[in-house]
């Protein structure tokens, strides 16, 4: 099942309970964060490409001077993502077969950009993760290094929520309160005859 949500929605949220539920969960961004720590597979590669004041094999990624490159132009995020995303993909395929060998009913895959990089295509099943844009921007400001011209650099990345929940199998709000999204993500596992 894949998991998807734009920038501080509360994908985070929702994949923790998630896991609460005893389901296992793929977390893109950390693969990505451990791919871009202290000697991180894509660290060499990156430094190569942006330069070493971004870092060391030893020292891993600054990764907020690379989102403050990347997010203000396309060309060089689509070249990290030409880094990132095959090493993602290939985590991706072990956990996978990890879990069919452990015969899990199902896994849950926890993608930020999942329609944007066809992930959706690879799951039986979507759930997106949406809050409205004003609780977005409030959540999202509160995280270091981020500024409102970065947020929206970053929105423009990605598709807009209601496209993402239009082609969702479940749209889960966030901003009701973490029992009731908790509560609606219970009744939808339920229906699916996924607990």
């Given amino acids: ?3 998807t949500g734009s920038i501080a929605t509360g994908k985070s949220t929702a994949a923790t309970m998630l896991r ?5 969960v793929h977390d893109s961004d950390k693969a990505a964060h451990q791919l871009m720590g202290p000697n991180g597979n894509a660290v060499e590669k990156i430094v190569s490409l942006f330069g070493d004041e971004l ?3 030893d020292t891993g990624i600054n990764r907020i001077h690379l989102g403050n490159l990347v997010f203000s132009d396309p060309a060089k995020r689509f070249l990290l993502e030409q880094i990132l995303h095959p090493l993602i993909f290939e985590q991706k395929q072990q956990f996978i077969k990890h879990n069919r060998r452990q015969r899990k009913k199902a896994v849950f895959l926890d993608v930020p950009l999942l329609f944007e990089t066809g992930g959706d295509r690879d799951c039986d099943r979507v759930i997106t993760v949406w809050c409205p844009l ?3 921007t409030a959540r999202v400001l509160r995280r270091q290094g ?4 970065k947020f929206f650099s970053i929105v423009k990345s990605q598709w807009p929520q ?3 929940c239009d082609l969702s199998d479940m749209a889960l709000p966030s901003s009701l309160g973490q029992a009731e ?11 699916e005859n996924l607990i």
């Fill in 181 to 191: 999204t908790c509560r609606r993500l219970k009744r939808w596992l339920r229906i």
């Fill in 55 to 57: 870092g060391d094999k």
């Fill in 1 to 3: 099942v894949g998991l």
């Fill in 162 to 164: 209601s496209d993402k």
């Fill in 134 to 136: 004003f609780l977005q």
């Fill in 146 to 149: 981020m500024t409102e011209e």
């Fill in 20 to 24: 609460r539920l005893n389901f296992q």
